[in-house]
């Protein structure tokens, strides 16, 4: 073969590869626009039925020279792309995403705007366990300026003999003491049937990390108006975390708030590790105020005032940590919560960071 005849041929390839680039970007706009009628109606993106069909017409089709096995092999590779395409249309569509919501969602919880880019600290004790014991981390709190009180009153333990919470009187608690202080109260609903009541009691409801999953409270949490925190399952991805969000908001919910709590890896040093890039890209990707929770996520003490730098430094519109009156004697938690003297040195520390900008001093 001459070496004119060569240059002809691959001159031909180049013309055939731009007929096919041009085929496959148009059969991709025709997977666009079948995506958009999909999300419409609701229908499934995956559909095996008309994959099968659409292989079957490629074998009658085929002509040769190349074994039908291998073009429905190409054309697999094609199938594959194109539900990637519409799977980018699908995230494009989420009401959480900031694709469709350019702007920051700001949450008023009480008066206080969380996600107007002042940081917040929200604290309290692990679990509600007494009048007292609120009250006295209320005002600890209140006289620091943090107007956010959160205390567990249904406990979702590992073990079903530790302490369980307080259930209603837990609520009762912390609703006393939110109006005595004038402070928002925000806790953990773990029973879809509770919610009604909650809404009562609470200024905030906390889904928590063993409950993100839970489709049905989301969508109960969702069909309210109260604010919502919703913390990152254990083993969670991100993408898990924002279609847990999904559920609330699709539901007509839209005062939401996301909390990264750690996730559970290989690293025994921590309680589980804290995933401090989670934030900036929930924030990248929602429109919704994102949270740290140095606590859990650490389970250490002396790890909280770093790991609230580093959330506050990366971007977190709020950090969430634990205090108690008397951490050695907490029914939950006590090897992680503050008492009211490491609570006052950790938010002075952070304020004269001027990484929080809120409260007196
Ligand atoms: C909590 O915030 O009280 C709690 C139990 O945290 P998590 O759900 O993140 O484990
Ligand atoms: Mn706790």
Do not use: W
Request: proline share 4%.
């Amino acid at each position: 073969m001459s070496n004119e005849e060569l240059e002809q041929l691959r001159a031909s390839l180049d013309e055939k590869n731009k007929d096919l680039l041009k085929l496959i970007n148009e059969r991709a706009e025709i997977v666009q626009k079948i995506g958009n009628v999909k999300s419409k109606s609701g229908t499934k993106r995956y559909d095996p039925v008309r994959e099968r069909r659409m292989l079957d017409l490629i074998a009658d089709e085929n002509e040769g020279p190349f074994e039908t096995s291998t073009l429905q092999h190409l054309f697999k590779q094609i199938f594959k792309a194109s539900l990637e395409l519409m799977g980018d249309d699908e995230q494009k569509a989420l009401l959480v995403s900031r694709k469709k919501h350019p702007d920051n969602t700001v949450v008023d919880v009480k008066g206080e705007k969380i996600g107007d880019g002042l940081q917040r600290l929200i604290a309290g004790p692990c679990s509600v366990e007494s009048e007292e014991q609120v009250f006295a981390v209320a005002e600890a709190l209140k006289k620091r300026g943090v107007n956010l009180l959160r205390g567990g009153a249904y406990k979702p333990r590992s073990s079903p003999y530790d302490f369980q919470g307080l259930g209603v009187e837990g609520l009762e608690i912390l609703k006393k003491a939110g109006d005595r202080y004038d402070m928002a109260v925000i806790s953990e609903i773990v029973t879809p049937t509770d919610v009604e009541k909650a809404v009562d009691y609470l200024d905030v409801i906390q889904i928590g990390a063993r409950n993100m999953q839970n489709f049905e409270l989301l969508k109960e949490v969702g069909s309210t108006k109260k604010p919502i925190l919703l913390k990152r399952g254990l083993s969670a991805s991100i993408s898990e975390f924002i279609h847990a969000a999904e559920y609330v908001m699709s539901r007509g919910n839209t005062n939401l708030m996301l909390c990264e709590r750690g996730i559970r890896t290989y690293e025994t040093a921590t309680r589980n590790t804290l995933d401090i890039s989670a934030v900036p890209i929930l924030k990248q990707e929602t429109h919704l105020p994102v949270l740290a929770d140095v606590t859990h996520s650490t389970g250490r003490r002396d790890l909280l005032l770093p790991a609230a730098k580093a959330a506050l430094a990366i971007g977190a519109d709020a950090v969430m940590a634990e205090v108690h009156p008397d951490p050695a004697v907490a029914l939950s938690d006590s090897a992680q919560q503050m008492d009211i003297e490491q609570f006052n040195t950790f938010i002075s520390t952070l304020r004269d960071a001027q990484l929080l900008k809120d409260g007196v001093e």
